[in-house]
């Protein structure tokens, strides 16, 4: 019995999703502890193909119970959106299978829209925000200068906590941006069309994972984004502002003292990367677009295609190690079968020196990829199911990862769907 943590190790969308899906049978509760609706994690079941935002991935078994944790941005309009589009295709969310914790604070309609005013005002030195107000959530939740999900149990305190904050908000949506602002009504019908909806969910997320922990029950950690997303140890300020990092989880859960016995973190088989920041190993032009067509690298939520280049091991060791992962769930492999050879971006060159030490983040623009090659498999690996039956060249690519990202392979996927996976 272990409690369990799925974490990106890179830039995001690693195919985090599609393991939640396969591991949820294994445990009993799935938390998301970071985060909101800015990233998309894809799922492919015998339901349908679905992009959750901030849906915990283990919504779709049965008996599992799903939690949106204190550390999460709960944009309740959004949430409520998915929760009717899953409903709509069959899927089952009731206040059973989804608890959320009252202390997750609320993201309210300013964020959003302070989002793209920000972004706007920065022009071409922009941060390559998705505009869903996650920036300007976190900033006003830890200058607490937002409400907490529970305050909707006490609606006079909350009017009077929201006309505080509409006040202020207003002083800088109107001064700083020459925006319109907001009035208490407009606010009141907000919360009243959204925030009642989500009322029915909320719980007390320490006191139920204290029961959990006491019941031996299995917990699941699903992150959002990766480790060089992560505020404090990505590549800031091209970060997103929570910490998807796994050390984190058990704080933005609801209860602090969880231990995390096993960190999968999920690796692509080579590198993506969505929105601005340096990206050492990016590739341009008609390589780029092969890979990207292959591998059909368009954002989830934004459908914006993503940056791509070869398996970056510098940048993936460090992630590796930033999150403290015990094991690899490498994914897409299945796509780099059209290759002759398979480039691996093996050190940086930085000063003119070669390093095998990510750099820190003022530096990072200056680094070079020094790239080497493997030999390619050319040959469709997406019906394979077993380690053995991998192509010699497929085996000895993963043996390569292994070694020099200094982490066990566990998984290896070949496909999107449930069953596509290898176990060694
Ligand atoms: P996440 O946010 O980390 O869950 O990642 P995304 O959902 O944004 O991106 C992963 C994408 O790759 C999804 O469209 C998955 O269905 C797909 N995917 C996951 N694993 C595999 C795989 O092994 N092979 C292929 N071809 N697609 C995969």
Redesign the pocket.
Known sequence: MSNSAIV?INW???????MVDLLTEQYDVVVRHQGGGN??????NEKGKFALHLLPSGIFREGVVNVLGNGVALDCENLWKEIEELRAKGVSVTPDNLKISDRASLLLPWHRELDGLEEARLADKKYGSTRQGIAPFYSDKFQKKTVMAGELRYPERLKAHLSDLLEWKNLILRRVYGADGYTMEQLTDWVSTWGEKIRPYLCDAGKFFRDAVAQRKRILFEA?LGSLRDLDYGIYPYTTSSNPVAAYAPVGAGLPSMKIDEVIG?VKAYSTCVGEGPFTCEWFGDEAEQLRKA??EY??KTGRPRRVGPMDIVATRYGIQVQGATCIAL?????LSYMERIPVCAHYRLDGELTDDFPFPAALPDAEPVTEYLDGWKRDI?GVRKWEDLPDAARKYVEYLEKNLECPIRYV????ERD?IILR
């Open positions: 990106g995001g969308d690693e195919g985090k999703g599609r990233a998309g994690h894809t799922v492919i959002q999920v591998g059909a954002g989830a994914t897409k492999l299945d796509v997406s996927s070949v496909g999107p596509a």
